[in-house]
Every structure is written in C-alpha cells, then in structure tokens.
C-alpha cells in the first residue's frame, strides 16, 4: 500500500482548511481515519507534536477531493471511502445498500438476550443490505444454521462478498426475493428473525437529508404510504414461519411502536416488548410464536 510522509503540521493545516469549507470536525476526522488510516489517537497526538511524522493512505489532495464531493456533492463518505465500521468490523459498502446505522448495532444485542443460551437453531436476517446483522449473527452463534433476504441481486452479492472478508469461515445460505418468500423450504423452523426494514414513510421521504435521499437506496427507506408496508408484510408472515417459541425482532421508526406491538398481537405472537435506541427512542418491537 502506498504510504504518504506527512507533518501533523501540514495534516493540522490542511484540516484546518477543510473544516473553513463546511463540516464538522468529526466528519474530517471520520475521512482522516477511515480513508487516509490515522488513527483516532494519532490525531489526538497530531496537536501536542507539530513537528513528528504521519503516514497516510492516500494523499492529502486524493482525501480533499473526497471532502469535495461530499460536501458539495452531499454524498456520504462511506459510499467515497466505500467501507464503514459497524460493530466489531468493516463492512464495504456501495450506493446499492444502506449504510448501516448505529442503532441497528442493538438488533444484535437483542437477539443474543432472547435466544439466551439455545446453542443450536436457524436464524434469519430479513432484508440483509449490507450483510452487516447476518455477519454479526454468524460470528456470534456459529453453530446456529444462518439465513440472509434481500430483494437486490446487488445488495446480496455484496453481504456474500463482506461475509467472505469478514468471516470467511462462517456459513450463511443467501436468499434473493421478497421478504418470507425465498425460505419457503424452512418455515416453520425458525427461532430467530432479525430485521431492519424499509419504514421511513413515503411522504417523508423527499424531507430526509440531501445526503440520504440522494444517494441512499429508497428500496431500503422507503416503507410505503403509513411505512408500515414491508413490516405488516413480515408481522404477518411471521406466525406461518417462526418455529414454536422463535422471535421476530424489528426495527422501526420513532413512532411506530405501538402500531407495530399492536399487529404483531393481532397475528398472535406473545411476549412483547420493545426497546429504546442509544437516544433513548422506542426503536425496536419483538414478540415470539406461541
Ligand atoms: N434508520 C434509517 C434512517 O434514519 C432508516 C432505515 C430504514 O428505513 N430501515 O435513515
């Protein structure tokens, strides 16, 4: 990899200037880190030592013009960079899925309590995108049997080529269709489903920032007139599916979670609950097949 000699002088200069720009300073950091590989602690060190020497990835004129379209082009830095951390890995990702959030990072946390000590069983990831829950979910419970939907060719290829990197020698069975559809062959015998699906509601849409509605895929936003189009579809679908005592957790929006608890109690799943997000937003619903 080539590797650029650099100041923290002229780094701390160049910063400067960008941030002149527009953006945060988080957000030149983010790119200092993830696509030039200096450190968050390096860059702490950056204003103590004027004088020592950084390597970079990439040179100051390829990370400025990175800057440039994202600050003038409103395109998100990970889709430029073309990686993002998530949990404990670096997921690669394109325009052709979401970027993975934050937040979902607990979808996983959830599952792992419900599940509690079962050490075998099937889960499925619903709408994988990235492949950023299954992966996750494959590190976590590798003697369960894996399964990951997507409806993009595109989307699936890319959770297929990010499994391979991140965990090579874990399996998952990848599925292109709709929702339930594809695992046909398995309902019945599922105990866990993980999913993150479109909800953001149509009308909202174009109110999204210029960064997402732009570039991110509405395939993966938008979850039709009320938003609720592609949970209703998988709440339903769950009862059919689902093995006796299997759990379907979803995520949605911030005001959802009473529509989506009463549903799933309308198709008779038990045991609900709901969980909040870091910011403390009702985020989650699940329940599990009597
Ligand atoms: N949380 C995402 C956002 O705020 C939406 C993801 C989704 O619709 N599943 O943009």
């Known amino acids: 990899m080539t590797s650029y000699e650099l100041s923290s002088n002229k780094i701390l200069r160049w910063r400067e200037e960008r941030l002149k720009e527009g ?33 970079l990835h990439q040179s100051l004129e390829e ?22 951390s998530w949990r404990d890995f670096e997921l690669e990702v394109t325009s052709s899925v979401l970027i993975p959030r934050q937040e979902t990072e607990l979808l996983i946390d959830l599952g792992l309590k419900k599940i509690g000590d079962q050490h075998k069983g099937l889960w ?22 894996g399964h990951a939907v997507d409806c993009s060719r595109d989307a699936l290829l890319l959770a297929e ?25 398995i309902w019945g015998l599922i105990d866990l489903v993980l999913a993150n699906p479109p909800y953001i509601p149509n009308s909202l849409i174009n109110n ?63 045991d609900l609950d709901f969980e909040k997000d870091l910011q403390g937003i009702i985020r989650f619903a699940m329940g599990r097949c009597p």
């Open 161 to 185: 080529k990010n499994l391979k990197k991140i965990a090579p020698d874990k399996d998952v069975i990848f599925h292109l269709g709709n929702w339930w559809q594809p695992l046909k062959p």
């Open 63 to 84: 990370l400025e013009i990175i800057w440039h379209k994202y600050l003038f082009q409103n395109i998100p830095l990970q889709y430029l960079i073309g990686h993002c």
């Open 208 to 270: 999204l920032e210029p960064l997402v509605r732009e570039h991110e895929p509405h395939l993966a936003l938008d979850g039709g007139e009320d938003g609720l189009e592609a949970c209703r579809e998988i709440i339903c679908g769950s009862i059919n599916t689902l093995s006796s005592g299997g759990w379907l957790i979803i995520e949605h929006h911030h005001d959802q979670s009473e529509k989506i608890l009463k549903m799933m109690f309308e198709v008779g799943l038990k």
């Open 124 to 145: 499925v990831d619903l709408g994988t995108g990235s492949g950023a829950l299954a992966i996750a979910l494959a590190r976590a419970i590798p003697d369960w049997e």
């Open 23 to 55: 953006g945060i300073a988080s957000e030149v950091d983010f790119l200092l880190d993830q696509a030039g590989g200096l450190s968050w602690s390096e860059l702490q060190k950056l204003h103590m030592s004027v004088k020592s020497k950084y390597s």
